[in-house]
């Protein structure tokens, strides 16, 4: 599956009002990304859809997805 594919999905959780599920989807995908470009591309759709809040340690190799 394409990182724009995993991006999208993540996406479909956001767009349904389950924030968390995106959160987590989004965390797993930067700590199992087998290179940079594809941490920084997940990274990235996060800065475009504004839910940085969403994270902690999002600038780290292990970021989590905070609930609530």
């Known amino acids: ?3 724009a594919r995993h991006i999208e999905l993540s996406r479909q959780h956001l767009r349904g ?3 968390g599920a ?3 989807g989004m965390s797993g995908l930067i700590r ?3 290179s940079a470009r594809a ?3 997940y ?3 996060i800065a475009e ?3 940085e809040h969403l994270f902690s ?3 780290t190799a292990c970021p989590t997805a905070l609930e609530g």
């Open 49 to 51: 859809d504004r839910t």
């Open 32 to 34: 199992a990304a087998l």
């Open 57 to 59: 340690g999002l600038d």
């Open 1 to 3: 599956m394409t990182i």
């Open 22 to 24: 995106y959160a987590r």
């Open 43 to 45: 990274r990235k759709a």
């Open 39 to 41: 941490a920084n591309a």
């Open 17 to 19: 009002g389950n924030p």
